[in-house]
């Protein structure tokens, strides 16, 4: 009796610790409530699970590895026209010198405390061929640092070109440093971490799972894909590293189509900042370059985002959700998984309501079923109020794109789903520049020309047991 009173006290010191950590440091009341119910309902089990799943022990931004505090608000621009900070009033080029974006510009900057930066050139590549090729020949052509962080690293034939050339370039002098993530390079054996290790290529795994002491997160992963070559060449946007992104190949088992991008001038030593500040979280390693500034290449005004369960979290959602309130003409969305928070959702309603064309291009292919039918689920609140959605045909479509009107574009890692807005570490790029963005609508028309249009209709007519499988997939969208 007396060892049942001990255990039952020990259960309540333990579930009152843990349930008074998630209501003050949760910052979703819904994960709060369900980790308080956990708690308190499964005697030492709850408070267990919520020490090894619950807690998110991530820091990632450098500031915070050295001790320094957060920045001030701030605005700026950054380029050939240096221009003065928000108190002496923001003019940005003539690009971008319509009052609505303007404002975009301004609270983007408060939010990431990062520049606008000019003289960007930005090339799209619609295949694993395309982008490949490129990503090769830049490294091939390196002679300084390659710098390249990944969620998926599969170990296939393209796998197995990237490590050829990483191995290449070190053997010329090259600084070659790969960044996995830690559940990201499970998807292939062998792992392409050690492969690489083998052939003496520095590789830092971000957040690897481990028994003791314990650490398993299945969720705080980083999800974001970089390669900067000496400083002055990044590649991002949604494809990981392996053949399921190959259009030409005999195995057309996990054919994903996506799309990246090669991104040549200012703004590339944001994205190579970004990958210094994860490897020095990961590798507890200061990255020390000496890489001249990058030359202006293009017209394009870029700015990188960043997100993630840390200090950024939320960022990216309200400057979307900023981006949508303030079109006029059109909001392209292309997202192969689509659970916006509530906020987003308003404005997308909002937007279709005062006039602006708001179409999404979902996949009707998923590999995410359950994500599938939680969106199924929720459509309806937008298709009642005129957004058009659509599902493009197969292959499984993991291209992400938010485009607004024919000036503004976000090109990245981040779906609108829960798990990128919330739970993952992301990087996006948004982009100020008429002819680029008039490249992707192009793309996001001929999408959408193939695509199957959604109604209102069509998901009312939905049968009950669809419905109910729906319904029940949507109450665990916050963790899908």
Same mark, same amino acid.
């Given at each position: 009796?007396?060892?049942?009173?001990?255990?039952?006290?020990?259960?309540?010191?333990?579930a009152?610790?843990?349930?008074?950590?998630?209501?003050?440091?949760?910052?979703?009341?819904?994960?709060?409530?369900?980790?308080i119910?956990?708690?308190?309902?499964?005697?030492i &089990?709850?408070?267990?699970?919520?020490?090894?799943?619950?807690i998110?022990?991530?820091?990632?931004?450098?500031?915070?590895?050295?001790?320094?505090?957060?920045?001030?608000?701030?605005?700026?621009?950054?380029?050939?026209?240096?221009?003065?900070?928000?108190?002496?009033?923001?003019q940005?080029? %003539?690009?971008?010198?319509?009052?609505?974006?303007?404002?975009?510009?301004?609270?983007s900057?408060?939010?990431?405390?990062?520049?606008?930066?000019?003289?960007?050139?930005?090339?799209?590549?619609?295949?694993?061929?395309?982008?490949?090729?490129?990503?090769?020949?830049?490294?091939?052509?390196?002679?300084?640092?390659?710098?390249?962080?990944?969620?998926?690293?599969?170990?296939?034939?393209?796998?197995?070109?990237?490590?050829?050339?990483?191995?290449?370039?070190?053997?010329?002098?090259?600084?070659?440093? &790969?960044?996995?993530?830690?559940?990201?390079?499970?998807?292939?054996?062998?792992?392409?971490?050690?492969?690489?290790?083998?052939?003496?290529?520095?590789?830092?795994?971000?957040?690897?799972?481990?028994?003791?002491?314990?650490?398993?997160?299945v969720?705080?992963?980083?999800?974001r894909?970089?390669?900067?070559?000496d400083?002055?060449?990044?590649?991002?946007?949604?494809?990981?590293?392996?053949d399921?992104h190959?259009?030409?190949?005999?195995?057309?088992?996990n054919e994903?189509?996506?799309?990246?991008?090669? &991104? %040549?001038?200012?703004?590339?030593?944001?994205?190579?900042?970004?990958?210094?500040?994860?490897?020095?979280?990961?590798?507890?390693?200061?990255?020390?370059?000496?890489?001249?500034?990058?030359?202006?290449?293009?017209?394009?005004?870029?700015?990188?985002?960043?997100?993630?369960?840390?200090?950024d979290?939320?960022?990216?959602?309200?400057?979307?959700?900023?981006?949508?309130?303030?079109?006029?003409?059109?909001?392209?969305?292309m997202?192969?998984?689509?659970?916006?928070?509530?906020?987003?959702?308003?404005?997308?309603?909002a937007?279709?309501?005062?006039?602006?064309?708001?179409?999404?291009?979902?996949?009707?292919?998923?590999?995410q079923?359950?994500?599938?039918?939680?969106?199924?689920?929720?459509?309806?609140?937008?298709?009642?109020?005129?957004?058009?959605?659509?599902?493009?045909?197969?292959?499984?479509?993991?291209?992400?794109?938010?485009?607004i009107?024919?000036?503004?574009?976000?090109?990245?890692?981040?779906?609108?789903?829960?798990?990128?807005?919330?739970?993952?570490?992301?990087?996006?790029?948004?982009?100020?520049?008429?002819?680029?963005?008039?490249?992707?609508?192009?793309?996001?028309?001929?999408?959408?020309?193939?695509?199957?249009?959604?109604?209102?209709?069509?998901?009312?007519?939905?049968?009950?047991?669809?419905?109910?499988?729906?319904?029940?997939?949507?109450?665990?969208?916050?963790?899908?």
């Amino acid at each position: 009796m007396n060892n049942a009173w001990l255990v039952l006290a020990a259960h309540f010191a333990l579930a009152m610790t843990s349930a008074g950590h998630a209501l003050l440091y949760k910052r979703d009341p819904r994960a709060a409530l369900g980790w308080i119910a956990v708690s308190f309902a499964y005697p030492i &089990v709850g408070p267990l699970l919520y020490y090894l799943f619950g807690i998110n022990r991530l820091r990632t931004r450098a500031h915070q590895l050295k001790g320094e505090p957060l920045r001030h608000l701030r605005t700026g621009f950054e380029g050939p026209e240096m221009i003065g900070n928000v108190d002496q009033g923001l003019q940005l080029p %003539e690009l971008v010198a319509h009052p609505e974006l303007v404002a975009l510009a301004r609270s983007s900057a408060a939010v990431t405390h990062r520049d606008l930066v000019a003289g960007n050139r930005l090339q799209p590549f619609f295949s694993g061929e395309e982008a490949y090729a490129a990503m090769l020949q830049a490294i091939e052509q390196s002679r300084q640092s390659v710098c390249l962080a990944t969620y998926i690293f599969e170990t296939n034939r393209s796998g197995l070109e990237f490590i050829a050339a990483l191995v290449a370039a070190q053997r010329r002098g090259v600084e070659v440093c &790969v960044l996995l993530d830690g559940v990201g390079e499970w998807y292939s054996l062998p792992r392409a971490g050690s492969l690489l290790r083998s052939e003496g290529i520095k590789v830092a795994r971000f957040v690897p799972p481990r028994i003791l002491p314990p650490s398993i997160h299945v969720n705080l992963r980083n999800h974001r894909k970089l390669l900067v070559v000496d400083g002055v060449t990044g590649f991002t946007g949604g494809m990981n590293i392996g053949d399921r992104h190959l259009r030409q190949r005999p195995e057309r088992r996990n054919e994903t189509a996506d799309i990246h991008f090669q &991104v %040549e001038g200012p703004v590339v030593r944001q994205l190579q900042a970004v990958f210094d500040e994860d490897w020095l979280f990961a590798a507890r390693e200061k990255l020390r370059h000496s890489h001249h500034a990058p030359l202006g290449a293009g017209d394009a005004i870029c700015r990188v985002v960043t997100d993630g369960p840390n200090e950024d979290l939320g960022k990216l959602a309200m400057i979307i959700t900023g981006a949508v309130a303030l079109a006029r003409k059109r909001v392209a969305i292309m997202t192969p998984y689509f659970l916006p928070p509530p906020e987003l959702i308003n404005s997308l309603q909002a937007a279709a309501l005062r006039g602006v064309e708001v179409s999404v291009i979902l996949p009707r292919k998923s590999n995410q079923p359950l994500a599938h039918w939680a969106t199924r689920n929720m459509l309806w609140e937008l298709l009642q109020y005129g957004v058009r959605v659509y599902y493009q045909p197969p292959p499984f479509a993991h291209s992400k794109l938010l485009l607004i009107d024919e000036n503004y574009a976000h090109i990245g890692s981040a779906n609108l789903d829960p798990r990128s807005l919330r739970l993952n570490f992301e990087i996006v790029v948004e982009v100020f520049e008429q002819e680029f963005v008039g490249l992707l609508l192009s793309h996001f028309d001929r999408i959408r020309s193939l695509s199957t249009q959604e109604t209102l209709a069509g998901v009312d007519g939905r049968g009950l047991p669809a419905r109910i499988r729906d319904a029940t997939a949507w109450l665990f969208s916050p963790y899908l």
